[in-house]
């Protein structure tokens, strides 16, 4: 084989520091784009004319639908009466 020394790994202190620094920069970076961003046109209400005026119309609505009531199967209107109770003996 090959006669090549071992790749020697990274102390934990330094891949901790890297991390850190990495992190850090990319923090940094992040508050940059927002600080640089424009402010959104909502914010800015004033146009060429003047403030934006919206026009609010108040419509009454209509009344309530008719009630409509549909009887089926005909009848007397009262409810048939209750089942008699029942002893739960021989039946006699």
């Known amino acids: 084989m090959t006669d090549r020394a071992p790749k020697r790994r990274w102390s934990k202190r330094i891949v901790r520091t890297t991390a850190w620094t990495t992190a850090a920069a990319a923090f940094i970076s992040a508050l940059g784009a927002i600080g640089a961003a424009p402010t959104p046109a909502a914010a800015n209400r004033d146009g060429p004319a003047g403030p934006v005026r919206q026009k609010i119309m108040i419509v009454d609505p209509a009344g309530p639908a008719p009630v409509q009531v549909i009887t089926t199967g005909g009848g ?6 209750p089942p008699a109770p029942s002893t739960g003996g021989s039946g006699g």
């Open 76 to 81: 007397t209107a009262a409810a048939p009466p």
